[in-house]
């Protein structure tokens, strides 16, 4: 199968530091990709790409045919920005129409697709609202609205759920759901919300502008082992090596925290149990999360500050 | 596919307009800051200040002057929400759609245009205190001259703008030069009785012609036509599309 989205070997620095680094994936037709990564890791970057905002530096993207024109590329993708992109002093209905305009849609075709929109979004009753007076939950439900209106191929989210509350995240999900499930939508996404790029059928883990994983959420953990074991303690560096000498066994040390991926984590407990008393304040066993995959081929927490 | 040309451009056009009527302190902010220029320069240098051939002192003489200000300051209110929309707003979602470059800066450029123009013919009903003596044909040519100098101080506005990366910046680009474009225009004071450095930049100042051919539009029926309003009038068509070239250009070159 052809995929809809190449990206080839792209890198891209602004100035001197590099915002992207060889960075080669594929998105598959109907397929619901994610990008996952900590703040400042070329998430947006790599997104204006693929929105035809950024010529990278080096390498190639390609979305649909490879002769097809940027302005063709354009009439194909729906996008949503991290940062808003409704002009807020003019209503729900206005953004919509203006939005339609752009994409040469008008007449009764337009409206009709807006109430069909608006209608999906249960947002009938605000279409004649200021978006300045909605809430943030829903000012982002008519920014869906405006990237679906034209019927587009291929769907870009730049974290689409920030500035959520968890109740308003997991209704944009059934939201995006509803969507797939109605018109099979190819659908890439950038997020730093590991519970979201649990749901995608794959994902891209980023760290400062590389690549450093790509496959199904579950391949992704199976790499780490079956099991995590995580002890708190005072001392990290005295643990390790204390460890190392009961159990011979790698471990990292995270967010003041040591970690051991295991395949037989239970057997591994019992024999680490006697240093709870001493050195350990808790031992917790548990399946990997995509987190643990980040830590584990980064060597670093997922919430990185030290850029 | 080609989409439809003037469908966005109309669409970016009236929502302009939209936003404008429904913030009133725009609607008096480009016009109360001059006018109260106008009263106090024109009260204060009534006595000092007697340009040749005009009989009704300062007041009269810096009055288009004032027009013009006022289309500077719209085409400014107007333009400077371009540094915030590109990046973080509004405009993200016109650059990503399939619009073509010149229509998004006609759009934008007209309707800031259209609302210069609006502004300064509110303006315009001050003349009913001047003793101007205006006819059909000084009115139309009036009109012209500040549409035409309306689109061209929006565009370079927008051209201003689409660069600069804070409205900090902007306002300095605007105190250091469009301001000083406005004071060497002939509005304030004539080139004639100027020092001869002062003379050969307000020659070489686009705004110098917009605002001579306004000024003789008004005075077309005491003074009537000659070839140097025509002179003026080419000049000021050609700033025009010089600025809205300028304004095209920014839009393909910057892209981050
Ligand atoms: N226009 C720009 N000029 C200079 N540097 C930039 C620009 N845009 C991004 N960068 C830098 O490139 C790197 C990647 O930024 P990017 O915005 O792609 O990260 P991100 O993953 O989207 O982060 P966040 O989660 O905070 O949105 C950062 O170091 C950032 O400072
Ligand atoms: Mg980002």
Redesign the pocket.
């Known amino acids: 199968m052809e995929a809809a989205i190449y990206v080839e070997n792209v890198s891209?620095k602004?100035?001197g530091?590099?915002?992207?680094d060889s960075i080669t994936l594929q998105v598959m037709p109907g397929e619901m990709y994610g990008l996952l990564?900590?703040?400042?890791?070329?998430?947006?970057?790599?997104?204006?790409m693929l929105c035809t905002m950024l010529p990278p530096d080096h390498g190639r993207i390609r979305l649909m045919d490879k002769n097809a024109s940027a302005s063709a590329v354009r009439a194909n993708i729906g996008v949503v920005f991290?940062h808003p992109s409704l002009d807020a002093r003019l209503t729900v209905l206005e953004n919509l129409r203006h939005q339609g305009h752009l994409y040469g849609l008008k007449g009764r075709p337009l409206s009709q697709r807006i109430e069909e929109l608006l209608d999906m979004m249960t947002l009938t009753d605000r279409a004649k609202d200021r978006v300045e007076v909605l809430s943030g939950g829903l000012q982002r439900r008519v920014e869906l609205c405006k990237s679906l209106l034209h019927h587009p191929e291929v769907l870009i989210f730049?974290?689409p759920c920030t500035g959520l509350d968890p109740g308003a995240r997991r209704r944009f999900w059934d939201d995006l759901d509803i969507l797939r499930r109605t018109y099979g939508t190819t659908l890439v996404l950038?997020t730093?919300f590991i519970e979201e790029a649990e749901r995608c059928d794959r994902i891209g883990i980023?760290d400062r502008?590389r690549l450093i994983a790509e496959g199904s959420p579950e391949e992704l953990k199976r790499t780490v082992g079956r099991e995590v074991i995580t002890l708190e303690t005072r001392d990290p560096k005295g643990l390790q090596l204390q460890i190392e000498k009961i159990v011979r066994r790698d471990s990292q040390i995270i967010d003041g925290q040591v970690r051991i991926a295991c395949d037989k984590g239970q057997q591994l407990l019992a024999q680490l149990y006697p240093l709870l008393q001493e050195k350990v304040q808790a031992m917790t066993l548990s399946v990997p999360t995509l987190e643990d995959v980040f830590v584990q081929r980064t060597g670093h927490g997922f919430q990185v500050e030290d850029? | 596919m080609r989409m439809a040309f003037w469908l966005p451009v109309v669409s970016l056009w009236r929502r302009e307009l939209v936003r404008f009527a429904r913030d009133r302190n725009r609607l008096f902010g480009a016009i109360g800051q001059p006018l109260v220029f106008w009263l106090l320069l024109g009260a204060g240098f009534e006595k000092s200040f007697a340009p040749q051939g005009i009989a009704s002192g300062y007041l009269e003489y810096i009055y288009p002057g004032i027009l013009l200000l006022i289309l500077l300051f719209t085409a400014i209110f107007s333009t400077i929400s371009v540094i915030e929309d590109r990046?973080e707003g509004f405009m993200q979602s016109v650059l990503v759609a399939p619009v073509s470059r010149i229509g998004l800066v006609l759009g934008k450029v007209l309707g800031g245009g259209t609302l210069a123009f609006l502004e300064s013919l509110i303006f315009l009903v001050f003349l009913i205190f001047l003793d101007i003596p205006i006819s059909i044909a000084s009115l139309g040519l009036t009109l012209i001259f500040l549409a035409v100098m309306g689109i061209a101080l929006t565009a370079l506005g927008f051209a201003i703008a689409w660069q600069a990366s804070s409205t900090a910046g902007f306002h300095a680009v605007m105190n250091l030069l469009l301001f000083p474009m406005w004071v060497l225009s002939g509005a304030f004071f004539p080139a004639e009785g100027a020092s001869r450095w002062l003379a050969y930049l307000m020659a070489i100042n686009p705004l110098t012609y917009g605002m001579d051919g306004l000024r003789q539009s008004l005075y077309l029926t005491t003074s009537g036509a000659n070839t140097h309003l025509w002179f003026c009038a080419i000049i000021s068509v050609a700033f025009a599309a010089l600025t809205l070239s300028a304004a095209v250009w920014q839009v393909y070159r910057i892209k981050?």
């Open positions: 891209h602004f100035g530091r590099i915002a992207l990564g900590p703040n400042g890791s070329g998430k947006t970057t790599l997104f204006r991290q730049d974290e950038t730093h980023l502008g850029l | 990046r981050n």
